[in-house]
């Protein structure tokens, strides 16, 4: 079992930045893919970014540019940098878990297994 925890949600201004944490714990997720998800108010849950246990990544196109995702295999921890940020960023972000030595990063959230509670993100205009 594994247990995500996020942290680093707030509110921001359109323009600012904010970073976003994830710590596992339970089990080391060195060999796990991870990825961020997020999901505003009626709508599906989205993929925002990810990263394959050899830090392959992968970024939703509307993202790129701006978020950055990076892991410290060692510490057990993910983050995710975001820039730039816009009001449709607006969102409860997700960390997510996925066992297995992927070599591409999942986009779907069907194929994780494990998710953390979520951080509200929310960019003021």
């Known amino acids: 079992q594994v247990q995500l925890v996020e942290s680093g949600g707030g509110l921001v201004q359109a323009g600012g930045s904010l970073r976003l944490s994830c710590a596992a714990s339970?089990?080391?997720?060195?060999?796990?893919?991870m990825g961020w998800f997020r999901q505003a108010p009626g709508k599906e849950r989205e993929f925002v970014a990810g990263?394959?246990?050899?830090?392959?990544?992968n970024y939703a196109d509307s993202v790129k540019g701006r978020f950055t995702i990076s892991r410290d295999n060692a510490k057990n921890t993910m983050a995710l940098q975001m820039n730039s940020l816009k009001p449709e960023d607006t969102a409860v972000y997700y960390c997510?878990?996925?066992?297995?030595?992927?070599?591409?990063?999942?986009?779907?959230?069907?194929?994780?297994?494990?998710w953390g509670q979520g951080t509200q993100v929310t960019v003021s205009s």
């Open positions: 339970g089990r080391s997720f060195s060999n796990y893919a």
């Open positions: 990263s394959t246990w050899s830090t392959i990544t």
């Open positions: 997510a878990a996925r066992t297995g030595l992927m070599v591409i990063v999942p986009t779907s959230h069907l194929r994780y297994d494990y």
